[in-house]
């Protein structure tokens, strides 16, 4: 998976500790690549960097920021379709976060 300590992009809570703990095994899932796309979303909305979502130097991912910013989309008028598929791509849980499917049908729906 990870072979570079330098290496950095946006990672799911499960990925980023098994580029801590160096486990070279863990299987990358889809529901990794949503996770990124809820990153890459947030960025586009805010015109941030994805690393404004994690502390590299202690190897965790600024929760409290994605939360604060998903916050701001509410308080902005955002149509609240939009915000509920950007919070639930954003799932720490790889078990419980939206799948690809799901997405489409909410694109579909334009319930975004």
Wanted: charged share 25%.
């Amino acid at each position: 998976m990870l072979f570079e300590k330098d290496f950095y992009a946006p990672l799911t809570p499960e990925l980023l500790r098994a580029y801590e703990q160096n486990n070279h095994e863990v299987q990358y899932e889809p529901a990794d690549d949503i996770w990124a796309l809820g990153v890459t979303s947030l960025c586009f909305l805010f015109n941030d960097d994805w690393r404004t979502y994690y502390d590299w130097s202690k190897r965790r991912i600024r929760m409290e920021k994605i939360s604060q910013n998903i916050q701001v989309l509410s308080n902005m008028g955002f149509s609240q379709g939009l915000i509920r598929v950007v919070t639930d791509m954003l799932d720490p849980n790889n078990f419980t976060r939206v799948r690809l499917p799901s997405l489409y049908e909410a694109v579909n729906r334009r319930s975004y």
